[in-house]
Nanobody
């Protein structure tokens, strides 16, 4: 099992940057595919970005391509999401999630793939 704790959210103005972190406790972090999801008020939870366990396969939602960068440091059991040029549409609670994965698996892109979730961190972008 793995426990996930996000941090790094906050209130920023449009055009600013934030870096989210997700620290995993428990064993085997490097063997999990990881993802960042978000849920905006009144909307469904959506996948923002995902990475497989080797970081060889990465997914981005179209609206964040070129602005967000996902990365993982397996030596620190930590997942990151660098978010640049934020806009009000990025306002949401951001969740880190982990999915059991094999060594040759690609990224996991559906909510059902992920069995472990953090508590979320709020990102608010003002115009």
């Amino acid at each position: 099992q793995v426990q996930l704790v996000e941090s790094g959210g906050g209130l920023v103005q449009a055009g600013a940057s934030l870096k989210l972190s997700c620290v995993a406790s428990g064993q085997g972090f490097s063997y999990y595919a990881m993802g960042w999801f978000r849920r905006a008020p009144g909307k469904e939870r959506e996948l923002v970005s995902a990475v497989n366990w080797s970081s060889g396969d990465i997914y981005y939602k179209d609206s964040v391509k070129g602005r967000f960068t996902i990365s993982r440091d397996n030596s620190k059991n930590t997942l990151y999401l660098q978010m640049n040029d934020l806009n009000p549409e990025d306002t949401a609670v951001y969740y880190c999630a982990a999915a059991a994965s094999g060594p040759y698996d690609r990224v996991k892109t559906t909510t059902e793939d992920y069995g472990y979730w953090g508590q979320g961190t709020q990102v608010t972008v003002s115009s």
